[in-house]
């Protein structure tokens, strides 16, 4: 089985929205299954591990077909070494999206870049979280994906 890459309209304002789209088809965040980890009178924690994983596989998605490259192979690295896990993500955020900077992509703080922002808003996000929360958000992303028989 495959990623769904070829639906992301990559160089347009609808590039995000696919990406969501394509990521959503493998992470449930609409609450539709329901989570084993329900406690009575607390909100489901599972749900922010669920939407953090949902936004970091997006960028992930995103990074792959800027790249030309397979989705799959993109997010193996989840499984490897967890030191090197951030060293892959940080890899991820330093690679040309658009070298010749044709697309216009700003960074937050208005400079000009060839970093996609969505995927260096996902790499911010999840490598800003303490290494047991990225560990937790990683384990969310392998169960979704090993449930719909992705092997990562």
């Known amino acids: 089985?495959?990623?769904?890459?070829?639906?992301?309209?990559?160089?347009?304002?609808?590039?995000?929205?696919?990406?969501?789209?394509?990521?959503s088809a493998f992470i449930?965040?609409?609450?539709?299954?329901?989570?084993?980890?329900?406690?009575?009178?607390?909100?489901?924690v599972y749900d922010h591990w669920r939407?953090?994983?949902?936004?970091?596989?997006?960028?992930?998605?995103?990074?792959?077909a800027y790249t030309?490259?397979?989705?799959?192979?993109?997010?193996?690295?989840?499984?490897?070494?967890?030191?090197?896990?951030?060293?892959?993500?940080?890899?991820?955020?330093?690679?040309?999206?658009?070298?010749?900077q044709r697309y216009g992509w700003v960074t937050e703080q208005g400079q000009a870049t060839s970093v996609h922002p969505e995927v260096a808003r996902a790499i911010t996000q999840i490598l800003d979280r303490p290494t047991s929360q990225l560990q937790s958000v990683l384990c969310s992303i392998r169960t979704h994906f090993l449930y719909h028989g992705f092997r990562i």
Not at 86 to 97: A, E, P, Q, S, W
């Open 1 to 23: 089985m495959s990623f769904p890459l070829n639906p992301l309209r990559i160089g347009t304002p609808d590039d995000i929205a696919d990406a969501q789209r394509a990521a």
């Open 28 to 44: 449930d965040t609409n609450n539709d299954a329901p989570s084993p980890y329900i406690v009575y009178g607390m909100p489901d």
């Open 68 to 100: 030309n490259r397979d989705a799959e192979a993109s997010l193996a690295f989840i499984n490897g070494d967890p030191l090197k896990i951030t060293d892959n993500i940080r890899r991820m955020g330093l690679t040309n999206h658009d070298p010749e």
């Open 51 to 64: 939407q953090a994983g949902h936004d970091f596989v997006t960028g992930v998605l995103l990074h792959a």
